[in-house]
């Protein structure tokens, strides 16, 4: 074996070590998909949560979300849109939204592509 082998080999095994290493920090939660090992986002929390004090309601299919800390991104961008209470549901690929003011879909499209994700068709 020559050197430019060893060289070659050598960085294959690195690559493949920090690929396994963070393999291993998803799939045993201590680090998520998204988040790259970062500190969490706090969550925006609403300060009304009854439910008969949101008139409005929308159910949007959202896409591109593959963990909790997805969901969690998403809705904190649809809770900070004012007035609202989201509930993001990564298994369904959706976002229940309440409202106390009407809110168009381009709103909603906005504040979850902002928050990197995006609002699928039907």
């Avoid at 201590?30 to 969490?40: F, L, P, R, V």
């Avoid at 900070?80 to 879909?105: E, I, M, N």
């Amino acid at each position: 074996m020559n050197a430019s082998t060893a060289i070659v080999l050598v960085l294959i095994l690195v690559i493949v070590v920090f690929a396994c290493r963070r393999m291993f920090r998803v799939f045993f939660g201590t680090s998520d998909c998204c988040g790259g090992g970062g500190a969490k986002a706090k969550r925006v929390r609403v300060a009304d949560t009854d439910e008969a004090h949101y008139p409005y309601v929308q159910d949007v299919q959202v896409g591109g979300m593959t963990c909790p800390a997805c969901a969690n991104a998403v809705e904190n961008a649809l809770n900070a849109l004012g007035d609202t209470w989201a509930r993001v549901d990564v298994d369904a690929g959706s976002a229940h939204v309440l409202s106390k003011r009407p809110l168009d879909a381009e709103e909603i499209r906005d504040a979850v592509a902002g928050a990197g994700y995006y609002m699928a068709r039907r």
